[in-house]
């Protein structure tokens, strides 16, 4: 089984390589960073309803998965915008979101793996503490998503696309 997780997830990182900033339109490469975004944001919405399922039977290797699959996503993201050329002022917008991903890495070492490793045997303070320090990261991650609306929105008025007003 591992041997075909390391298998999918390489062909997915060369898939997401082989995209090309440069043959893209604003308008494309705009919608392509608000994919990535909103692909994040699904796997976010879905990891989180198994940490409610794990939370109340305690049994939180129900969360390995879901975890998993957004960590590859991550990966396969940051590799693909690392290796992208940069084209028509996309340069600021794509490095925004960089440091997103980045952000979102850190947070699944620090905050997501640790839950990972707790167990009915945990006290409830230890939970509690897990719990709270995702929760930190997760208003972390909204800051960090205002800096990726706020650049798009920079982008699209570079390149005259309709904005939409960076959320506050």
Known sequence: MPFNMIRLATIIALGLHCFN???????????????IADSLYKKGNQWGAQLNDAYASKTFSKIVAGRKQWETFVNASISELQNMKDATN???????????????????????LPIEKLSAADSDHDIQKAIDNLTIYAEKEVAELKKVRGEQEKYAISNGLDAEPAAN
């Not at 604003?26 to 919608?31: H, L």
């Not at 996309?90 to 997501?112: D, G, H, Q, V, Y």
């Open 21 to 35: 900033a440069a043959a893209q339109t604003p308008a494309q490469f705009n919608e392509h960073i608000s994919s």
């Open 90 to 112: 996309s340069k600021a917008l794509r490095m925004t979101m960089l440091n997103f991903l980045f952000f979102e890495r850190e947070m699944i070492s620090e905050a997501m």
